[in-house]
């Protein structure tokens, strides 16, 4: 395998605003070259990707063993992201939007920038499903709004450039449902790496503060959207 050099995570928290919208559109370029592929040879070969309790559980496990750990870790974390579930009917989700080859864990340890182009490591979580399952996950290493905003509106773009006509309503319905369940399965990771030792209190305390604040904000956006609907 040709040596890819490092992955975009090892400098993406130290550049510079402008290098990091520039390593976000590149990413986010490439994701319609992946999503486009014929999967009329590969759809028995692959699963249907499907959310389930499992994020949930396991993210309701760790912030209740982080609260007997340090008190600051709030309990109403887990209310609201079980809400979250109920409320918006998460597990067993059918997403709204066509089916795609996704790769299933773009975090950016695994992208490499080689060549001019983003390539893409470690593909055991591949399966069929919407686009917004791969975009979703890329966005749970922005850890700013802007950026986040950003991306979503370069991505619509990059949807129509490449003829993905997504129906709005479909896309925004993926893009909350999948959004809320992987920054949920985040928390739950990022909570693993502190009793790992990877983060100290400092940083786990502002991975969780601003990741609860991004499930309750795309909770409330959902169900404020749904309610214009009814």
Sequence with gaps: MEDLGQ??????????????????????????????????????????YRITAESLEWCSDQLTKLHSHVKWADTQWIKDIKNAYERLGLIDYIAQCPLVFTHGDPHLE???????????????????????RDFTIILQDLYDPYLIDYADTYYTEQLRKNNLTLDMESYQQDFYHFYIDHTTMMIAWEVEKYFQGLHSEEEI???????????SRAAYNLMERNLKKD
């Design 7 to 48: 992955p975009v995570k090892t400098t993406f928290s130290k550049e510079s605003l402008p290098e990091k919208e520039l390593a976000v559109k590149r990413i986010v370029e490439r994701l319609p070259d992946l999503h486009t592929l014929e999967t009329s040879h590969i759809d028995k070969r692959f699963p249907v």
């Design 110 to 132: 695994n992208i490499f920038y080689h060549d001019e182009k983003m390539w893409f490591i470690d593909w055991e979580w591949a399966a069929l499903s919407s686009p917004l």
């Design 205 to 215: 305390k502002k991975i969780l503060l601003f990741k609860a604040d991004e499930i």
